[in-house]
């Protein structure tokens, strides 16, 4: 099974819809693994957004998400990178479609209220980051056999 790191940003904490992305996910069928409440630190929130170091907006980044807690999770399932990033939507909320978590919730690019990894490789680099392996629990739900052949 794939994992994949999604993290709800302040923006969707401080507007109340945490439970309501949680419940896309589960009604896709995923797997809940690891889930946390957390106020980011500046050296955590540096090195999530590494990648965009030398951009102009990696202050802004940086700023955004250790303004208020975030919600940091993993899930599980077959497809599930590929699957979250059509859930959540285009990253700016204006182009994403509706029946998106952008599409439906955001109003600015500035506040998109959800990361999702876009890769494998990021998948595997960002749980690492963001969780220890004593906090991710392997389980399988007794649905599983009706999500998949």
């Known amino acids: 099974m794939e994992r994949t790191f999604i993290a709800i940003k ?15 996910f589960e009604s896709k069928g995923f797997t809940l693994v690891g889930l946390k409440l957390l106020q980011v630190s500046r ?17 802004s980044l940086v700023d955004f998400i250790t303004s208020g807690p975030v919600v940091a999770m993993v899930w599980e399932g077959d497809g599930v990178i590929a699957s979250a990033r059509k859930l959540i939507g285009a990253t700016n909320p204006l182009t994403a479609e509706p029946g998106t978590i952008r599409g439906d919730f955001g109003v600015s690019i500035g506040r998109n209220l959800i990361h999702g990894s876009d890769a494998p490789e990021t998948a595997a680099q960002e749980i690492q980051l963001w ?9 399988q739900p007794t649905i599983t056999p009706w999500l998949y052949e």
């Open 10 to 24: 302040p923006d969707g904490v401080q507007r109340a819809i945490v439970g309501e992305i949680i419940r896309r």
């Open 131 to 139: 969780f220890k392996d004593e906090e991710l629990a392997s389980w």
């Open 43 to 59: 050296e955590l929130a540096e090195q999530h957004y590494g990648v965009h170091r030398e951009r102009p907006f990696f202050a």
